[in-house]
């Protein structure tokens, strides 16, 4: 059974970087074919894609924050983390990362349970 | 981006009742369509993907229709462990994209 974990700061200051790491148990973050992937969620609001990356390595990123961004993978360690750079009020948010697969459907059947971060000095 | 709108947007409704929610997509995304239940606190859970597959261990009064771009997720009879907001999603192209959400409610 795939188990998805963030970890991360709760409280970042204004300007600041982010970040977050996913820690994926019950297996290999480089088997298969997969997309590992950053979601997150205002309190109270809906749920906005951040960006994704491949088993190989390669990345795609929602084009709002790509400026921003970058998300990155260590498989020794079986983890992938995301980096978001000047952050403000507006990137308080419920982070979750999420697996989908490469092939059919391309669905996020794995989540984490989310860690709340938020930006206030 | 492929705009993802859902109606209604709440949805009050009772225990024993067929609930239907619509997505409708901004252009065509074949059957890369997928449904999520939240629950407050909780990260989302797969329900229906590719329009109409239905994952593993989910009940089978929840079952999804449609293509091109128009969709629905129905509840054939809602439970009271139902009661929770409801997330269509594409992945027919990135960025991937959610709709705003229906949050069933006891009426």
């Known amino acids: 059974q795939v188990q998805l974990q963030e970890s991360g700061p709760g409280l970042v200051k204004p300007s600041q970087t982010l970040t977050l790491t996913c820690t994926v148990s019950?297996?290999?973050?480089?088997?298969?074919?997969?997309?590992w992937t950053w979601i997150r969620q205002p309190a109270g609001k809906g749920l906005e894609w951040i960006g994704r990356?491949?088993?190989?390595?390669?990345?795609n990123y929602s084009p709002s924050l790509k400026s921003r961004i970058t998300i990155s993978v260590d498989t020794s360690k079986n983890q992938f983390s995301l980096n978001l750079t000047s952050v403000t009020a507006a990137d308080t948010a419920v982070y979750y990362c999420?697996?989908?697969?490469?092939?059919?459907?391309?669905?996020?059947?794995?989540w984490g349970q989310g860690t709340l971060v938020t930006v206030s000095s | 981006d492929i705009q993802m709108t859902q109606s209604p947007s709440s949805l009050p409704a009772s225990v024993g009742d067929r609930v239907t929610i619509t997505c409708r997509a901004s252009?065509?995304?074949?059957?890369?369509l997928n449904w999520y239940q939240q629950k407050p606190g909780k990260a989302p859970k797969l329900l229906i993907y590719?329009?109409?597959s239905l994952q593993s261990g989910v009940p089978s009064r929840f079952s999804g229709t449609g293509s091109g771009t128009d969709f629905t997720l129905t509840i054939s009879s809602l439970q009271p462990e139902d009661f929770a907001t409801y997330y269509c999603?594409?992945?027919?192209?990135?960025?991937?994209?959610f709709g705003q959400g229906t949050k069933v409610e006891i009426k």
């Open positions: 999420a697996r989908s697969n490469y092939g059919s459907g391309r669905q996020f059947d794995y």
């Open positions: 019950g297996g290999s973050i480089s088997s298969g074919s997969y997309y």
């Open positions: 590719v329009a109409s």
């Open positions: 990356i491949y088993t190989s390595g390669s990345t």
């Open positions: 252009q065509s995304i074949t059957t890369y």
């Open positions: 999603q594409q992945s027919y192209s990135t960025p991937r994209t």
